[in-house]
């Protein structure tokens, strides 16, 4: 069997799928997994998919790719763009779009596991690979492995991963140490007393104190961090009110925070709650905030002598003039949730996934033009090739790095 991962790709990329909702993508993994004699179990982690390939005694090796898109609206003009809908955790309708490429990511592991199923005779050990779900929701990862992920399958020796970028395709990402921060993401309710717009003094005004709030969270990063540490508070959100002639009781900030240490996440936790008390305080409020938590991400953070070996096996396979140092990345994951449960090592890359022909220009500036749509834009499209064989190659010889050799 010769799985099309072009028509595969187009497929998934097509039909996206919302977290803990991607049954119609976890139940083609799972088909793919058994047609390739992989033992599968279904529906850990509510739509999680993991199979099992034993080829003797040897290492335990896991490749993991995550399976749900985002509510985006899709405005690429592809042919096989997304029209789909969905209805998000609050029940409402949304369009849905592979904005993040994890359709990059399934595709690649799909045709990764064929490759490495059709090479049994060359290495000895296990193959995990598993599919996650919800990773943009934060808690698919956590979700599996509470479910009982380590119960049905052995606890791997090393997990590894990918996450496709907007650098050009044949490109990869890799460093030791923290790759991605942790991730953060609370809403706070500030609670005031509404009245008729045209008596604010007979009021206390949420919006006034959300907007004091919003600008006083933007020192946080500036005024409370040193120049050395690196984080961010971006105030997404701002919901208040029903009408111009209404002060309203109560105003919601929506916070997304990133930070590259567990210190420095604690210390800005802490300054985001004294602010919103304190202006609170400040504004009379009848009573204090509330901080809800939603999505939370750990820092992702690559074993250093496990990402070693992996990036020697990527310089000798494609070159070393195809391997550069991202920096950390102010965006996050939680594939580091598998492997921390494991006790394991995790080696997570970047995949190039931009058009070829920006090689000269990123060589030469380090930068790619702004105009190069990003993770999470409508206009996301990793070009299709050498994007997929590139993304197959190097879960491949990352896996082959670790499983050992037929004897």
């Known amino acids: 069997m010769t799985i099309d991962l072009e028509e595969l790709y187009k497929d998934l990329h097509a039909h996206p799928e919302l977290s803990f909702q991607e049954t119609r993508t976890a139940g083609i993994a799972a088909g793919h997994l058994e047609d390739l004699g992989f033992t599968v179990h ?100 956590e979700t599996m492995v509470a479910d009982g992920l380590y119960d049905v399958v052995p606890k791997p020796d090393v997990v590894l991963g ?57 020192g946080i990063v500036s005024r409370e961090l040193a120049a050395s540490d690196s984080a961010v508070v971006t105030v997404g959100q701002i919901h208040s009110g029903t009408k111009n002639n209404i002060i309203p009781e109560t105003a919601t900030l929506g916070l997304s925070v990133r930070t590259f240490s567990d210190a420095i996440r604690e210390k800005i936790l802490g300054s985001i709650e004294r602010i919103a ?62 492997a921390t449960a494991a006790g394991a090592p995790l080696v997570f890359w970047f995949l190039g996934g931009a058009e070829p022909a920006l090689f000269k220009e990123f060589a030469s500036t380090g930068r790619l033009p702004e105009d190069i749509p990003s993770n999470h834009s409508p206009y996301f499209a990793p070009v299709i090739q050498p994007t997929l064989t590139r993304g197959t190659e190097a879960l491949v010889t990352a896996a082959r790095e670790f499983l050992a050799a037929a004897s």
């Open 162 to 218: 990918q996450h496709v970028a907007p650098f050009p395709a044949g490109w990869f990402g890799m460093r030791p140490g923290v790759t991605m921060a942790s991730a953060d993401s609370l809403n706070i309710t500030l609670h005031g007393r509404g009245g008729h717009g045209s008596r604010p003094e007979t009021t206390i005004d949420p919006v006034l104190m959300a907007a004091a709030t919003t600008v006083r969270l933007q």
């Open 42 to 141: 279904r529906n850990i982690g509510k739509t999680g998919v993991v199979g099992v390939l034993d080829n003797g005694p040897g290492p335990v090796v896991m490749l993991r790719a995550d399976m749900d898109a985002l509510p985006v609206k899709e405005a690429t003009g592809l042919d096989y763009a997304s029209t789909a809908v969905g209805v998000d955790h609050e029940g409402k309708d949304m369009p849905v779009m592979h904005a993040c490429g994890h359709d990059v990511h399934v595709s690649c592991l799909v045709g990764a596991v064929e490759v490495l199923a059709a090479q049994r005779d060359e290495w000895q050990g296990t193959l995990i690979a598993l599919f996650q779900p919800a990773e943009e929701w934060g808690g698919g990862a």
């Open 277 to 338: 008390k304190g202006e609170a305080t400040a504004s009379g409020a009848p009573k204090e905030p509330e901080i809800h938590f939603e999505e939370r991400f750990p820092l992702t953070v690559n074993d250093e002598a496990a990402t070693e070996r992996v990036s020697a096996a990527f310089k000798a396979t494609f070159g070393e003039t195809q391997m550069i140092d991202p920096g950390p990345v102010s965006g996050s994951e939680d594939v580091g949730v598998l």
